[in-house]
């Protein structure tokens, strides 16, 4: 069996580092061509040609380790589509919806994505957040949207341009749901015109799945999910990993100490740190990084 992509690999395709490897081999031509290489990654990993759940775990970790905040600034400066000027709307589904989006989508939630939000670091390029910037393109995306429906045939509409905004809705309803207080708030007037769409959208039935989101993030964004509280409070430890200690079936809460590398988990001890580091079914030691945020 061959083995799932590196950290490296993917974060050349992701046009983060310069260089070519055996799994990203020659220059990438232009951004759609970066996302059908990344998709072609975990494609290949969800039909079982490359790789295992657990590597594919331990390379998204390193990655996010390394490369998480690079990525998040290129999803907030995303290049510009193609040289000869693109049409709007294609820009903005492009800007909404790119490889970034796609791999942060996969790097959730694996611990280090929650990390890089508690953490106090600058939130990204030029004091952007993440969400700030997701809201913005959502926003500016409806008017034009509402434009082309009128245009395309369904099928053509759905591809290019419900499909990005869905992805879109999915990542700020994860923002919003686990990591709302660690982004700057979202100014009045774009959250007005976030609920105006958000509640067009779910009326509308021209894709089943963006009502849904559309559903998805209005209650996110009232901060009243339909998700039941267990299942979000549950989801919140688990992004916390620290809450408990790591070590498989110690359930100690309490007094515990943070690994001083990556601080993504915590002990009750020395020696169910150390029974932990390489021991186990899953041991720490992979999984450790540490990171500049
Ligand atoms: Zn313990
Ligand atoms: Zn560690």
């Known amino acids: ?10 974060a050349i395709i992701l046009g983060l580092v310069e260089g070519t490897s055996l ?27 490359d790789g295992t759940t657990y590597q594919r775990e331990l390379v998204c970790a390193e990655f996010a380790a390394h490369y998480l905040p690079a990525l998040i ?18 820009q903005r589904a492009y800007e909404m919806f790119n490889a970034s989006l796609y791999m942060l989508l ?11 939000f508690r953490s106090q670091a600058p939130i990204a390029a030029r004091g952007k957040t993440l969400m700030r910037v997701l809201v913005d393109r959502i926003v500016s995306y409806g008017p034009l949207l509402d434009q082309k429906k009128e245009e395309l045939p369904e099928d053509d509409f ?16 994860i923002c919003l749901r686990f990591f709302t207080k660690h982004q700057e708030p979202i100014p009045l007037e774009a959250r007005n015109n976030l609920t105006r769409y958000l509640i067009k959208w779910r009326h509308q039935s021209w894709m089943i799945d963006v009502q ?5 993030a209005y209650d996110d964004l009232r901060g009243k999910s339909r998700i039941p509280t267990a299942v979000i409070e549950a989801a919140r430890r688990q992004l916390k990993a620290r809450e408990k200690c790591a070590f498989p079936k110690c359930e100690v809460k309490e007094n515990l ?3 001083t590398r990556c601080s993504i988990v915590a002990y009750c001890s020395e020696a169910h740190q150390r029974a932990d580091w390489n021991g186990t079914r899953f041991p720490h030691k ?8």
């Open 73 to 90: 600034d290129r999803y907030i400066d995303a290049p510009t589509l193609n040289a000869s000027g693109p049409a709007p709307l294609e």
């Open 212 to 216: 849904y989101s559309s559903e998805d």
């Open 286 to 293: 992979p999984t450790c990084f540490e990171t500049e945020y």
């Open 257 to 259: 100490r943070a690994c």
């Open 158 to 173: 759905d591809d290019l341009y419900c499909l990005p905004l869905l992805d879109a809705l999915k990542l700020l309803s």
């Open 23 to 49: 799994h990203a081999p020659g220059p990438i031509r232009d951004e759609h061509q970066r996302l059908n290489r990344l998709e072609d990654c975990f494609v290949s990993y969800f039909l079982g040609f």
């Open 106 to 116: 996969q790097l959730y939630p694996i611990p280090y994505f929650s990390k890089y």
């Open 1 to 10: 069996m061959s083995r799932f992509r590196t950290a490296k690999d993917l």
